[in-house]
C-alpha cells in the first residue's frame, strides 16, 4: 500500500522559513527519485524540486532556485524540503510525488506567505 503523507505547512511571514516533510510507505523508497510539487489555486501543478534516489543530486525550479533545499532520509523513508526566503507567491499547496508511481499523490500541505 503506497502512502505520501506530507506535513509541516503553515502561515509564514515574507522572508521566514519552513521545513515540510514526506513520509513515504509500500515501495523501496532509496530505488526511486522523489519530487516536490505545489499547486496554488486555479493554476497547474508545478514541479519545484527534485532529488535522486541516493540523494546526491538534485535540481530545482528557476523561482525557488537558492532558497529551496530538497533532501532526504532513506533510513527514515522520508523526504524534506526546506523553504527559506518565503514569498508571497510561494503560496501553495505542496505534495510529494515519486518516480515510482508519477500519478499517485497525497493530500498536500498548505503553505501559506502572508504579512
Known amino acids: 500500500q503506497v502512502q505520501l503523507v506530507e506535513s509541516g505547512g503553515g502561515l509564514v511571514q515574507p522572508g521566514g522559513s519552513l521545513r515540510l516533510s514526506c513520509a513515504v510507505s509500500g515501495f523501496r523508497f532509496s530505488y526511486y527519485a522523489m519530487n516536490w510539487y505545489r499547486q496554488a489555486p486555479g493554476k497547474e501543478r508545478e514541479l519545484v524540486a527534485y532529488i535522486t534516489g541516493g540523494g546526491g543530486g538534485t535540481r530545482y525550479a528557476d523561482p525557488v532556485k537558492g532558497r529551496f533545499t530538497i533532501s532526504r532520509d532513506n533510513t527514515k523513508n522520508t523526504v524534506y524540503l526546506q523553504m527559506n526566503s518565503l514569498k508571497p507567491e510561494d503560496t501553495a499547496v505542496y505534495y510529494c510525488?515519486?518516480?515510482?508511481?508519477?500519478?499517485?499523490w497525497g493530500q498536500g500541505t498548505q503553505v501559506t506567505v502572508s504579512s
Open positions: 510525488n515519486s518516480e515510482y508511481m508519477k500519478n499517485f
